[in-house]
Structure formats: C-alpha cells, structure tokens
C-alpha cells in the first residue's frame, strides 16, 4: 500500500525556519514534490527533486528560500523553509510520482499525502 507521509509543519514568526519532512512507504517514487494549499486559493507547486537528487525544481515563490532534498536509503524527503513570510502560510503536501520528469502539475503525481499546516505569523 502506497503511503506518504508528512511532518514537522508548525507555528513560527515571520523570518523563522521550519523543516517539513515526507517518509514514503509502499513503492518506490522517482521523483518526489512539495505542494501547498492556502484557504480559498488552489493547490501550488512548491519544490521537486528527482530521485539522483540531481535535478530539483522551485516555484519562483520557493527559491533563495526553500531547500528540497531526498534521502533514498530512508525513502525520505525533505522540505527546509527558511526566511518564512505569512503568505507562505498554507497546508503543505507531499507528493510522489513515478515519471522521470519533475513536474510543476498537481496531476502529474499519483500519490500524496495528508497534509502538514504551516503558518507564519507577522
């Protein structure tokens, strides 16, 4: 059974950091991402990395910020948030998909888990 799995979302000020995690289980992903939903706006396109790490993927929003990164051995991947603002306020999602391609589409990717809230406060 195909399971993601998310951690680490929290409360922290704007400026701080936060570290979000995502333990995958069932099959193996060759490329992994980071979504994020905030209220009433649609599900955004965060990060991505391939599975060699080799290729990663930001949304504009996300870069000089936001570090992803995979750690095959543990089937884990990793989100490091940093500099946060409060518009990056939202639940965050990992996704997984079976594709070589990192994919910025929210339908690119077959598996996902159930969310972690962040939320920056100003």
């Known amino acids: 059974q195909v399971q993601l799995v998310e951690s680490g979302g929290g409360l922290v000020q704007a400026g701080g950091t936060l570290s979000l995690s995502c333990a995958a289980s069932?099959?193996?992903?060759?490329?992994m991402g980071w979504f994020r939903q905030a209220p009433g706006k649609e599900r955004e396109f965060v990060a991505g990395i391939n599975r060699s790490g080799a290729v990663t993927r930001y949304a504009d929003s996300a870069k000089g910020r936001f570090t992803i990164s995979r750690d095959n051995a543990k089937n884990t991947a990793y989100l490091q948030m940093h500099s946060l603002k409060p518009e990056d306020t939202a639940v965050y999602y990992c996704a997984a998909e079976t594709s070589l391609v990192v994919s910025s589409f929210p339908g690119d990717y077959a598996a996902w888990g159930q969310g972690t809230q962040v939320t920056v406060s100003s």
């Open positions: 069932g099959r193996t992903f060759y490329v």
